[in-house]
């Protein structure tokens, strides 16, 4: 059985099933028809013995009755008297009864049973007492038109179990072909989605346990093929992201260990863009670790009781240089205190740094960007706001998506860092943004609890 498919698997478990009931019901009803028939006979042969009986004990006379009795019930009759001798009358049986049934008899006991003749005769015999120890009345019908009844009935009962198994195993064929029809496609369905190939579907047309099983396959499905899109995509944007930086970092090189460039103030040009794209991409790693680790569950988080106001000002001061630099004014404008939030300092400061680097990359010379923080009941708001170009309204729900840049070149990996962090510290992002009127970037995280 173990080499067979799961169709034969059902076909032969619910067959021998059937099978199993079958004979049992088989010999239960073959047991019944037997107690038919003979309840049959023998009903009538005692009746009669006893009405015989009875009109021998009101009048010997009665014997001339016998033998009518014994065609009613087209058999033989035999009369005993009081030593168990059979009387000789007209019609009667010439057959000689066991020495156990005439002592039965006499001894005022009825009897049911069946005898055979020396001449191979069968007989089905009842015997009743005449009462007062007059003797006894036996009367003998043939057993064989009982046999022939009973084997015809036998022939047709296991003709109809043949039928009902022939029908029964085909049915089990029918509803094992049915049952396993889903659960063959799934095994198809799951061998093309092990190749890699997300796109095939189960039809699901029941509500059941293998219904469900299938949705969930359509599920796990659709689920991997978006996995495999946004892997796809990831990785895409991953090797345009290192790209750029990666093109200049080979260019200026280059140009630097060639020679091609000699005066002293375009060399340290060179240097400086040439640290500025490792930077960058030495960034990118990072973003890209961290946002592994985090969706794997493995960065570890050490939260304290934590005063807003101390990540934010050394984000700011790794800032302000370049803010100064391009001439955009950096604001920090938090009250004194800041009631205290569980958080990781260092998690934070990177939240508040890439918000800002977001910021500064978009907000022109003369603009303003300006930090500040509102301690509500059960939670703390930082808020970051610039007065660069804005973000377009159909694009504002994206911000916070992997590789989404409001001008291409951004790295598009800062937001979705700061979006993973603040909910990994059970908090929340959002971002709000006119266009032309700049964008205000904000994370909130809930406060200690006293």
């Not at 009842?126 to 009935?153: C, E, F, H, K, N």
Request: net charge negative; no cysteine.
């Amino acid at each position: 059985m173990r080499n067979l498919n799961l169709v034969g698997k059902l076909w032969l478990s619910l067959s021998l099933l059937l099978l199993f009931v079958l004979i049992p019901l088989e010999y239960a009803l073959d047991q019944v028809l037997e107690r038919f028939y003979a309840t049959q006979v023998t009903e009538p042969l005692l009746y009669h013995s006893r009405q015989l009986a009875d009109m021998l004990a009101a009048d010997e006379g009665a014997i001339v009755a016998a033998p009518m009795m014994a065609e009613m019930v087209g058999g033989e009759v035999v009369v005993l008297d009081e030593a168990g001798r059979p009387l000789e009358f007209v019609g009667a049986s010439a057959v000689v009864p066991p020495e156990g049934t005439v002592q039965a008899v006499i001894a005022g006991r009825t009897f049911t049973g069946q005898l055979q003749t020396p001449e191979g005769r069968t007989f089905i015999v009842t015997g009743v007492p005449i009462s007062g120890g007059g003797g006894g009345v036996l009367l003998l019908a043939p057993a064989d038109p009982l046999r022939q009844s009973l084997q015809l009935a036998r022939r047709y009962l296991w003709l109809a179990s043949g039928i009902t198994l022939l029908l029964g195993t085909g049915l089990a064929l029918v509803m094992a072909r049915s049952l396993t029809r889903p659960v063959l496609a799934m095994e198809r369905a799951t061998r093309s989605i092990a190749t890699g190939d997300f796109s095939v579907r189960v039809a699901v047309d029941s509500t059941d346990e293998i219904g469900r099983l299938g949705q969930a396959i359509n599920r796990m499905a659709a689920q991997l093929e978006t996995y495999e899109s946004n892997r796809r995509e990831f990785l895409a944007n991953v090797a345009h992201e290192l790209r750029t930086p990666l093109s200049y970092i080979r260019g200026y090189t280059q140009a630097l260990a060639e020679g091609i460039v000699t005066d002293p103030a375009e060399v340290r040009r060179y240097q400086q863009i040439v640290l500025d794209e490792s930077i960058r991409v030495g960034r990118l790693v990072d973003d890209l670790m961290d946002l592994a680790q985090m969706g794997e569950g493995g960065m570890a988080f050490e939260l304290i009781p934590l005063d807003l106001r101390v990540p934010v000002e050394q984000a700011a001061l790794t800032v302000r240089p370049r803010a100064e630099e391009k001439g955009v004014r950096l604001v920090i404008d938090l009250p004194q205190p800041l009631p205290p939030v569980p958080a990781d300092g260092g998690r934070i400061q990177q939240v508040v740094f890439n918000l800002l680097d977001n910021a500064l990359r978009y907000t022109p010379a003369g603009g303003e960007i300006r930090v500040t923080a509102e301690a509500g009941v059960d939670a703390v708001t930082v808020r970051v706001r610039d007065t660069g170009e804005g973000i377009a309204p159909d694009l504002l729900p994206h911000v916070f998506d992997r590789f989404f840049g409001r001008r291409q070149g951004g790295r598009g990996l800062g937001l979705a860092v700061v979006r993973s962090i603040v909910r990994a510290h059970g908090g929340h992002v959002g971002a709000e943004s006119r266009q032309g009127e700049g964008s205000t970037f904000w994370f909130r995280l809930p406060r200690t609890r006293e």
